[in-house]
């Protein structure tokens, strides 16, 4: 094969290229997985062993995708040889750890896996124990808190009073409580959460020197991609595995970080591997082979403002100039919603169709206003970003039933008590848990104390009746499917077991309720039972795959890897081809590309959002937007909107990024209509009539502000001005806020707008 007639330049280089250490800065649509897939055949033919090449991407649906590319190359230019282990970070150390975790005395390697959901429904009973466990804020904060400590690579037992600052509304004894109490249920239960499955890996190879050496020399080569959105924990553990002559590889985008809120750290990328590997090669690609040069010149002028970044600007490698990006500001949220609506049904005429568009924006309560502008017009739809199929309540409980098999963990069987009901209410629940202490060890939890000890509590016949049919058919199946490894044979036990409980009637049940709430119009199928059957599908499709473990092994398929599978699905995972707009956030969006988009909502307080406080945050809510834009290969349009907001009750204004791109002085248009003046005009009209202020609530002079000064926010309360900087003639004032949202001492920056801000 002739690589170079294949590649680029740069890709070229990249691909061949011999040093030990390399970076690869891919701008967006510049080929980063073919340069990738590429590299990684290059060595295969070259003789380099699949089973000593590792390759960790950060979805599954991009392994996937990698793992076929490399198979493909391989099967098309006669080389025998299967393709190396490509999988996820989280996918990577889960199989680490299915072999290693033992060594910990605290896990069996059957474990499973707890998701976002059982996340919140543990630190629930948690916080129902704590003085301020009721306060929204404080159950938000801490939660947070305990996240970002463990991708920081802080275990519950090593945290200490510094790692709460005075600025945060949980004390040290808060956070060491709910932490410490979080991680036991999670170990007595046999359940890891997603961070955790990172965190044990970590600590497992910091702690045992001879796993930690095997794992340094175990392959020559390793490769990660989408490197930019590394945190703490990823680099730690990617060091790890790169021995003292394992050749790394990362590839990624600093421009593209939109993950810091979940512990990425752009800086890694950036500095980090420069001051770890001295002799680091650096290969800038920046050919773009996805979108128009217009379309790139636009993302380049945004991303221009955003000050720590590689330095790079993309051009269009087919040199295909493309129409010039159209930026709309619309009345008021409808009228945004009608604008897209319209604008897609004219691209119907172009010979577009809707799987080709795709609508983004940076809040999910965008889309309310843009789902009523194509619902009107009869455009079909999709929301990817909503409740994840392996989340919808009917397949949870399904699988809570067969979780339960592995894990007799309480969530699990609270669902299976509940679903279908067995008689057994909160009030009953609450009184085996405080009789749980007086029981053995081993069996402090739900499901023991029901099979043990239910006649230590009061139960109605039906409930007693109920919980003894549940026990006769769960031992009835245990070890047969806990052991089953065929996978026609499995799912019949499953379906038996499912059956012999009840499940399936009451799912139909559930579905025959729906339909009465339903005109017959709007009935197309019984979706809830419909998901059910989608499980067994999915199953027969995991038992059936070629999967390899991280020492190139045939994993072979159960039950308990297919739980812990279906745990780790993103929500890119189900994005489907169908004829359809796409309508997502900007963060889902992330690697995905379509031949139109459109990006709505890009007003202050949306994008950026009123959460970025400080120069870094805008610097990501600017990020997120390139990324959005980049997403276009021939069409982008971007639309903003005036209006109350009645959210934080202020007027909207367009979006400061709208102003970095230039869009505002040479192409803000709106939608006529007869006798309409623009919003702006008619708003300080109104205002005059109001209470005779004369202010252009678009304008305010810098010299109207000065550090020091006392203000009033109409969302934000009182506040101190701390400093001024000038936004193309108007203020951008930094104001340390008494309290936001029960956060004391907050800083925003704002642009005065008469409106909402006054001094005092």
């Not at 409930?463 to 490894?485: D, P, T, W």
């Not at 359809?580 to 307080?605: C, D, P, Q, Y």
Request: hydrophobic share 35%; with cysteine.
């Amino acid at each position: 094969m002739e690589l170079e007639k294949l590649l680029n330049k740069k890709q070229y280089e990249a691909c061949t290229s011999n040093a030990l250490h390399l970076r690869i800065i891919a701008g967006a649509g510049t080929g980063k997985t073919r340069t990738l897939t590429y590299r990684i055949f290059y060595l295969l033919s070259q003789g380099v062993p699949a089973s000593k090449i590792l390759a960790i991407t950060f979805t599954r649906k991009a392994a996937d995708e990698m793992k076929q590319r490399v198979s493909d190359l391989l099967t098309d230019n006669g080389y025998p040889s299967k393709p190396p282990l490509i999988n996820n970070f989280h996918g990577f150390c889960y199989l680490f750890l299915r072999r290693e975790i033992s060594i910990l005395n605290i896990y069996t390697p059957d474990f499973q896996i707890a998701d976002e959901d059982d996340r919140k429904e543990i630190l629930k009973s948690i916080f129902k124990t704590m003085t301020n466990g009721a306060n929204k804020e404080f159950v938000k904060a801490v939660t947070s808190k305990i996240s970002s400590l463990k991708n920081d690579g802080i275990l519950a037992e090593d945290i200490t009073s510094s790692d709460v600052s005075s600025y945060d509304v949980f004390s040290f004894e808060d956070l060491n409580y709910a932490y410490s109490k979080y991680q036991d249920y999670l170990r007595k239960s046999n359940l890891l959460d997603f961070d955790d499955l990172l965190l044990y890996t970590l600590l497992i190879l910091e702690r045992y020197p001879e796993v930690r050496t095997y794992y340094s020399n175990r392959y020559s080569h390793v490769f990660v991609d989408e490197f930019q959105d590394t945190n703490s924990v990823q680099y730690r553990l990617t060091k790890y595995l790169v021995g003292k002559n394992t050749s790394l590889t990362v590839v990624g985008d600093p421009d593209q970080t939109i993950y810091t809120w979940r512990g990425a750290r752009n800086e890694i990328i950036k500095h980090s591997l420069v001051n770890d590997y001295r002799d680091l090669q650096t290969i800038v690609l920046d050919d773009n082979y996805r979108s128009t040069q217009n379309i790139l010149d636009l993302s380049n002028r945004l991303i221009a403002h955003n000050n720590d970044r590689v330095e790079k600007q993309l051009h269009s490698y087919l040199n295909i100039k493309g129409d010039e990006p159209e930026c709309y500001g619309a009345d008021n949220g409808d009228k945004e919603g009608d604008y897209i609506g319209s604008k897609i049904k004219a691209l119907l005429t172009e010979g577009y169709s809707y799987k080709d568009i795709a609508v983004i924006y940076r809040m999910n309560y965008v889309s309310a206003s843009i789902e009523k502008g194509l619902s009107k017009r009869g455009i079909p739809y999709v929301i990817y970003g909503g409740i994840p199929f392996f989340r919808r309540a009917e397949v949870k409980d399904m699988l809570s039933y067969l979780r339960i098999f592995f894990t007799h963990d309480d969530i699990s069987m609270k669902r299976i008590l509940n679903f279908p009901s067995k008689g057994i209410g909160e009030t009953s629940i609450e009184r085996i848990k405080e009789n749980l202490p007086s029981t053995a060890e081993e069996e402090k939890n739900i499901f023991s104390y029901l099979r043990y000890h239910s006649s230590d509590i009061r139960l109605t016949s039906k409930a007693r009746s109920e919980l003894n049919k549940f026990y006769s058919v769960y031992e009835k199946y245990e070890n047969r499917i806990k052991e089953e490894k065929d996978k026609d044979n499995l799912i019949h036990l499953i379906r038996s077991y499912l059956d012999e409980l009840g499940f399936f009637d009451a799912v139909n049940r559930l579905d025959r309720e729906d339909m009465l709430d339903k005109k017959y119009t709007d009935i197309s199928s019984s979706e809830k039972i419909d998901n059910v059957k989608e499980v067994f599908n999915s199953i027969s499709m995991y038992m059936s795959e070629e999967n390899i473990d991280d020492q190139g092994n045939r994993i072979v398929p159960s039950l308990s890897t297919y739980l812990s599978y279906a745990m780790m699905q993103s929500s890119q995972d189900e994005i489907k081809d169908d004829n359809r707009v796409k309508l997502m956030t900007g963060h889902i969006s992330k690697g995905l590309e379509f031949k139109v988009v459109f990006v709505a909502g890009i007003n202050n307080g949306i994008c950026p959002s009123s959460r970025a406080t400080s120069n870094s945050d805008i610097e990501e809510e600017r990020r997120l937007l390139y990324v959005a834009m980049t997403r276009a290969q021939e069409k982008l349009f971007l639309s903003y909107r005036y209006g109350h907001d009645f959210r934080t009750n202020s007027y909207m204004t367009p979006s400061i990024f709208l102003e970095d791109m230039n869009l505002l002085k040479v192409k803000r248009t709106f939608e006529q209509s007869s006798g309409r003046e623009d919003f702006a005009f008619r708003l300080k009209s109104m205002l005059k009539k109001e209470d005779d202020r004369k202010t252009d609530y678009l304008k305010k002079d810098t010299s109207d502000y000065k550090i020091g000064d006392k203000v009033e926010h109409i969302t934000f309360g009182k506040g101190n001005v701390i400093n001024i900087e000038d936004r193309n003639g108007r203020a951008l004032l930094s104001i340390l806020f008494d309290c936001v949202n029960g956060e004391k001492g907050c800083v925003k920056k704002i642009i005065p707008n008469a409106m909402s801000l006054k001094k005092l």
